[in-house]
């Protein structure tokens, strides 16, 4: 009878809920928090807030920024270990995450909720606008770190189309979000900022960070538009006067 019993019992689907500290799962899950901090959240933060805001300053400031982050010491092992792979991890491992989780904001719609939603959604974004971002300026036409006076005008021409420059803009948003709302995530999940009172202040600093790098972000692009056409391709007019007044 008892065997009748077990073998007529149904058979559950699914993943058993992980304790705290056990399994791999645990494990991957903070090297995915973690990267998205350190590098990918560092890149953010140098690509929006540092490099892309010489363009403010106009073409030679740019180009000057990209010549110097093309010639650091071993670049090509900085950025495939310092941005590429750890991008890749935060990425492929955030669509697992996503996928295996189910979304209840429609269910529950608390603000952390659609919060949560919102970060998940702005990665998929911000992921895409990455690849497009880094196939254009890197691997289609022009190489900027062998030609960094043409990286100015090379941007400028995406730009000046509206359809990339309405992408970019949205891009820019959900990277900025993804990052800023992934600080607070981050410290709440490592125990860095805890209690009600202490996690809605600094989420109301992570908030404002967000702002402030949208407004620098679309700062950028403001400046690239607002300036003629520069030359990004060999042979083109102007690119003696470009090299020689570095």
């Not at 310092?82 to 955030?94: K, N, R, S, V």
């Not at 998929?124 to 990286?151: C, E, K, Q």
């Not at 949205?170 to 990052?179: D, K, Q």
Request: proline share 5%.
């Amino acid at each position: 009878m008892a065997a009748s019993a077990s073998s007529s019992a149904p058979v559950l689907h699914g993943v058993a809920p992980l304790r705290a500290g056990q399994g791999y799962s645990f494990y991957l899950r903070r090297l995915h928090s973690l990267f998205g901090i350190v590098p990918v959240g560092a890149f953010l933060f140098e690509h929006i807030l540092i490099s892309n805001s010489t363009t403010i300053s106009g073409p030679h400031a740019y180009e000057r920024q990209v010549s110097f982050l093309a010639n650091l010491p071993l670049v090509f092992f900085l950025e495939l270990f310092g941005i590429w792979l750890p991008i890749a991890f935060h990425a492929l491992y955030g669509f697992y995450i996503w996928y295996r989780g189910d979304g209840n904001s429609i269910a529950y719609p608390w603000t952390g909720n659609w919060m949560y939603t919102a970060q998940r959604w702005t990665g998929g974004i911000a992921f895409a606008y990455i690849l497009w971002h880094t196939y254009t300026m890197r691997f289609a036409g022009v190489d900027l770190h062998d030609n960094p006076w043409a990286s100015f005008g090379k941007v400028q021409h995406e730009v000046f189309q509206t359809p990339l420059f309405l992408f970019y803009v949205v891009g820019l948003i959900a990277a900025s979000w993804h990052f800023a709302y992934g600080i607070w995530l981050f410290a709440a999940k490592w125990g860095i900022v805890s209690g009600d009172k202490a996690q809605k202040r600094f989420l109301a600093l992570c908030l404002a960070f967000f702002f402030v790098l949208t407004a620098a972000g679309l700062a950028s692009l403001t400046a690239l538009r607002s300036r003629p056409q520069q030359p990004f391709k060999p042979g083109s007019a102007g690119n003696s006067q470009l090299t020689e007044s570095r």
